[in-house]
Nanobody
Framework: VQLVESGGGLVQTAGSLRLSCVIN????????MGWFRQNQGKDREFVAA????????RYADFVKGRFMISKDYARKNVYLQMNNQKPEDTGVYYC?????????????????????WGQGTQVTVSS
């Protein structure tokens, strides 16, 4: 399974970016998806997660009302729409996939639960 992120870049405070994550893997596999970020000198932190079904999602408190996670119809791409960005949103954003065996509504916010990670995409918010 390979995850490929894109969409990072430089944006001004209050601006928007949309991150994309393409999942390359066996067509029958189900994955709960998450976005995490890591800023220099800090631990990787949870940002948002969505179930395989797309029916459930969860957000870190510091992005609620500003970011939105979504999946496309084919469920092979995951997106993170980031609005009203702040300088503290700066960091490397990682897409992650957790293999789901039976419950398409499962999701997790814990990084240790994720089986596959992308290479990361840099997001920089200037003040």
């Amino acid at each position: 399974v390979q995850l490929v992120e894109s969409g990072g870049g430089l944006v001004q405070t209050a601006g928007s970016l949309r991150l994309s994550c393409v999942i390359n893997g066996p067509p029958g596999d189900m994955f709960a998806m998450g976005w995490f970020r890591q800023n220099q000198g800090k631990d990787r932190e949870f940002v948002a997660a969505v179930s395989w079904s797309g029916a459930f999602d969860r957000y870190a408190d510091f992005v609620k009302g500003r970011f939105m996670i979504s999946k496309d119809y084919a469920r092979k791409n995951v997106y993170l729409q980031m609005n009203n960005q702040k300088p503290e949103d700066t960091g490397v954003y990682y897409c992650a996939a957790h293999y789901v065996y039976s419950d398409p509504d499962f999701l997790t916010t814990d990084a240790v639960d994720y089986d596959h990670w992308g290479q990361g995409t840099q997001v920089t918010v200037s003040s």
